[in-house]
Nanobody, 123 residues
């Protein structure tokens, strides 16, 4: 499995951004996919996750109501739509493929981690 997140950039507070995660080897199609972020000097934080078929989603408390995770299995893509962005959302965002098919919040549930993309929210 080779995952990569992309779509990061600089955005003003209150703005929106959509991140994408692709799996070049298409081996995560039957697995849950999660989004995590890590800001400088801080621990990795769970952001959102989606089950293998998209039927179940899970969100971190800090992003509930602002972020939406979705997936297109036909295109082997997972998306993170981020709205009402805040400066504290600034971080490197990474996607990961889970060991199972659920929408897991724990990093321990994930087997493969992709390269991240930097999101910077200016105030």
């Amino acid at each position: 499995v080779q995952l990569q997140a992309f779509g990061g950039g600089l955005v003003q507070a209150g703005g929106s951004l959509r991140l994408s995660c692709t799996d070049s080897r298409r081996t995560s199609s039957n697995n849950g996919v999660g989004w995590f972020r890590q800001a400088p000097g801080k621990e990795r934080e769970f952001v959102a996750a989606i089950s293998w078929n998209g039927g179940d989603t899970n969100y971190g408390d800090s992003v509930k109501g602002r972020f939406t995770v979705s997936r297109d299995r036909a295109r082997n893509m997972v998306y993170l739509q981020m709205s009402s962005l805040k400066p504290e959302d600034t971080a490197v965002y990474s996607c990961a493929a889970a060991r199972g098919g659920g929408a897991y919040a724990s990093p321990a549930s994930y087997r493969y981690w992709g390269l991240g993309t930097l999101v910077t929210v200016s105030s």
